[in-house]
């Protein structure tokens, strides 16, 4: 009897035993390296932002943060592949917005917000603008709605991919100003950037490109921001150019798989808002034109939710597709 007692004792008090070892395991994280896919090729904006968070992170955490870039499919390539991981905490996604924002309401995606994926973090906004190539002697937007309305289809825009928010900013400018640019979708934005510079295409609208309007190779005309940049006080924003309720924010995050512990996202979110106050990881950020909004997990769902109304509403308003 007393044997049986103990038997019994034993397996009642296993699932607490369990719960504690879970919770202690839950509680060490990470205690090895921690992936980071990024959806898109290195060299781009997603890799210009990501690395340094991947730095920061794992210095942070004593793990390494490794970064996996997966370009394709405008970033669909690699935010599924995180949307079907494992929910363990060991694999994240950091990426702007449009895969999970835009893509979805232009073709069918295998992932979703808060089926498949959850919010984690939000690491960035991206401040710069359209940017063109200076021997066209461009020089303001309303000088660029003039040519391409003399020229139409003469211009080219480089994008990161179909269904990219790179790509909403120009089928936006062109819904709203009635003019035709060829759409030129790429990887990402680090090919595109190739392109431009050797004068395959004519504009953009990334923060890679900014090093090369510094160097006079490229014409900033506007910035696509509430506020100007500071770097180039004298460009005006999108709205102040003329062109106002057409911007298209292009703002990274990092996101987990649908059933990562809280714990963890709550651990990942306080550590990423403390790394984004320090003065060095503020100055990392300026200098590749980048602001980092403090959200928790909460804040930024309530944010994507907004985002991605809005981008609905945009291209059913504007007939925008991915033949853009």
Known sequence: MIRRRSLVTSMLAAPAVLGAASARAQGAWPNKPVKLILPYAPGGATDIIGRPWADKLGQAFGQPFVIDNRGGAAG????????????????????????????????????GVPKEL????????????FTIRPELGINTMAELVAYAKKNPGKLAYGSAGAGSSTHMRIEALKAAAGI?????????????????????????????????????????????????HPDFPDVPTL???????????????????????????????????????????????????????????????????????????LIRDKKITLDG
């Open 76 to 111: 669909g390539i690699g935010t599924e592949a995180v949307a079907k991981s494992a929910n363990d905490g060991y694999t994240f996604l950091l990426t702007p917005a449009g895969p999970l924002t835009v893509l979805p309401h232009l073709r069918k995606v295998a992932y």
């Open 118 to 129: 959850v919010t984690v973090a939000r690491v960035g906004d991206l401040v710069c603008g």
């Open 180 to 228: 035709d640019i060829l759409h030129v979708p790429y990887r990402g934005s680090a090919d595109a950037l190739n392109d431009l510079l050797a004068g395959n295409v004519h504009m953009m609208n990334e923060i890679n490109v900014i090093p090369h309007i510094k160097a006079g190779k490229l014409k900033l005309l506007s910035v696509s921001y509430p506020t100007r």
């Open 239 to 313: 709205t102040e150019a003329g062109f106002p309720s057409i911007d298209v924010p292009i703002w990274y995050a990092i996101w987990a798989p649908a059933g990562t512990p809280k714990d963890i996202i709550a651990a990942f979110n306080a550590k990423c808002r403390e790394i984004a106050a320090t003065p060095d990881m503020l100055q990392r950020m300026q200098s590749i034109n980048v602001v980092v909004p403090p959200e928790t997990p909460e804040q930024m769902l309530a944010y994507f939710e907004k985002d991605f109304a809005a981008n609905g509403q």
